[in-house]
């Protein structure tokens, strides 16, 4: 309770200001947080609307591809060519293409190597500080680079027999047309390329290939994830024309969609998983595992399609043999496959209903290092995904949904995926795997396979804005997780408070290649408010509206962060400018503060009961600590020794009442018309409670007010104030609550709905701050490591273990 915070609430005026806070701003540095972003936004015209659609002239380019490659496990090599027809849907005439050479990237003279930075100590301070460091693995890397070549081979660029000239700047190349492409044309030409694979676990990437050593086979084993294979068309866009962004391995990509015919030449004993659907599986499989294939369509759980025992097999034997697998993809905006003689491949159909694809084949590849974790809940797991997915945005429409267990740790495609957790090896040769292998698998592949939906179906430009596909995939992971029973804590308010209040960021509107720490501010900080827009701004309602209406207008097309934020809007009915502002184009964080509350009853006006109060409450006021410590003494006053000498004002004081209070009562009364009297006399009666809170704004980050009050009789009511209450002034705003009950204490943000980075000031009164504390024996400064040469010179030497090393 309150009651050293009772003050007066005087009727009609002061009660009237009392809503409207006094903007407390120094000359110069106003600062509106609901200024309108159409500022900042592009104008809208005939490509795209002001309502966050594509316009009536909305175009974009096409390219198709018809790619002949073969896998040469024993030099780790992919050679072959590629054809590409290009449409030019745009208005403009194009002299030149720009085709991407994403494996460049891994050329020792690539921008990428070359503006690698060293990640020292803080300081460095010559041989009396701690020594820098270089792992084994930075060493690998640095050694193979040197011994081998990576990035592609450009052997021949041609169109109908005759040489293309043609450039080569970092991960693009420049091809110069004979002609002029105009509008509504399109154009051919064909590529002879060849690249060395790399090892993925040295170099990183998206994909490479994985040595098992301990295989049977002569050598070991090996497996291969293939992205970034082909010399593949630049994006040519209404807003940027030519992308001509250098890819440095963040900033992922921009791509056009189109058909794509591909034949793979692998090892004849290798499985393929690919994007698109097989052609010739009557020339690659056998015919027990057709039968499987047929019977996977419509079972209950996945059929292995090549089972376990068949892949540990095809690792004792190796073979010269080759196998062509032929797979074909409709509208997609790139292809990947993985292929490896280790794989185990289960299949399960799903059943979508609908009209776009009413049945889908859901399926996983991977090792016997996979194991029980995976032939349990990969496959279940893509399912579940399409499911949640098609639920929120739209149906899936491509024929297969595949997981593929390889060396990279999360990566995606149209229609497969590359996911990394996998069983554990015990000395006794079983195979296990702990509850944080199991979360992260289904972690991983949920979120994976909602990548086909943005951004491999919604087109947006990964090479720029890298939060518009794994902020928005982050977010629904959530939703998908949180519907399998499982946390996968990508969007959760209280993942990102560590961040939000961090000096290590930047604006989520900041380019990818630029961004300082990718994992929070391209996940989890749009996947938080994302979340927190769903459930405490707009509610469900509006916002799934709102986003399914976002997905179905940019199904196979390429939205912008603009045509995101105005759909939202739009679509919802709900300005939200003041959230994109704070939340994506700044740094600044959630920290509310109830700094103050004031506990007021209404005056009556009635002297006789007024003064009476205001002489209870001059009374609560603490006694002078003279006058206390007389008392304790037992000392009397003068005029209480000597009682004579008292007069009028000894008996009275300034608050008792005389007729003139009262007679200005009556007149109070016969002044108010009968409406205004019985709204009065109403008020009286009631005697509510009334409180005014007074908050601040300490974070910057303009946000609803969550409110939990707690009443004297241990009820509690919630409320949620919107966030425009601080338009007039986002430092500090005051607000006036009535209640029939008395409040006994005040909470904002309950429950960490807003991600307060302080919820010590959320309380009022103040709570204890609970924490803990720990006894500990000091140790030595530490520092260079003293050395007992003495003594160590009486270690007896070790025999190594390894001859050749």
Known sequence: MFRNLIVLLTLCLTVASIGMAQVQQTKGNYVDKFRQMDEIWPTANSYRTAGGEPGHEYWQQRADYKINVTLDEKKHRIEGNVEITYHNNSPDTLRFLWVQLDQNRFNKNSMQHKTATYNAPDSLKGFDGSPARLSLGQLRQQQLMEDRDFGFEINNVSQGGNELKHTVVGTKMRVDLPMPLKSGESTSFAVDYAFNIIESDVMGGRGGYEHFPD??????????????????????TDYEAWTAKEFLGSGEFTQEFGNFDVTLTVPADHVVAATGELQNMNDVMTSEQLERWEEAKTAVRPVYIVTMEEAIENEKEGTNDTKTWHFAAEN?????????????????????GGSVRPHVMAMSYFP????????????????????VYSRVSFEYPYPVAISVNGPVGGMEYPMITFNGPRTILNDDGTRTYTMAEKEFLIGVVIHEVGHFYFPMIVNSDERQWTWMDEGLNSYLDGV????????????????????MKSQNQVPIMTQSDSVLRLGPNAYTKPATSLNILREVILGRDLFDFAFKEYSRRWMFKRPTPSDFFRTMEE???????????????????VDISLDHIYQMRMDTKDPDIDFGRRRDENNMKPKSLYVTRNEEEGMRSWVQRNRDVRDFHDENDQFTVTNKERNEYIDFLDGLDPRERREFERAVDEDKNYYVLEFSNQGGLVMPILIEFTFTDGSTEFMNIPAEIWRRNHLSVKKLFVFDKEVERVELDPDWYTADTNVENNHYPRRIIPSRIE????????????????????TELKEPKNENR
């Open 215 to 236: 295989d049977e086979i002569d050598g070991g084993g090996y497996l291969y994830e293939m992205s970034q294979w082909y010399p593949r068309m630049g994006a040519y």
């Open 332 to 352: 997609v905006r790139d292809f990947a496959w993985a292929s490896s003689r280790k794989f185990a491949w289960d299949a399960k159909g799903y059943d979508q």
């Open 368 to 387: 016997k290092e996979g194991g029980e974790l995976w032939e349990k809940y990969s496959t279940e797991v893509v399912i579940h995904t399409m499911e």
């Open 480 to 499: 998908a997780g949180r519907e399998w029973d499982y946390d996968w804590a990508n969007s959760e308010p209280s993942d990102i408070i560590d961040y």
């Open 571 to 589: 679509a919802s009915g709900v300005d939200l400018d003041w959230f994109w502002r704070g939340w994506y184009y700044t740094t600044d964080h």
């Open 775 to 794: 006894a500990y024996k000091a140790s030595p400064r530490t520092g260079l490591k003293r050395r007992n040469v003495m003594h160590d010179m009486k």
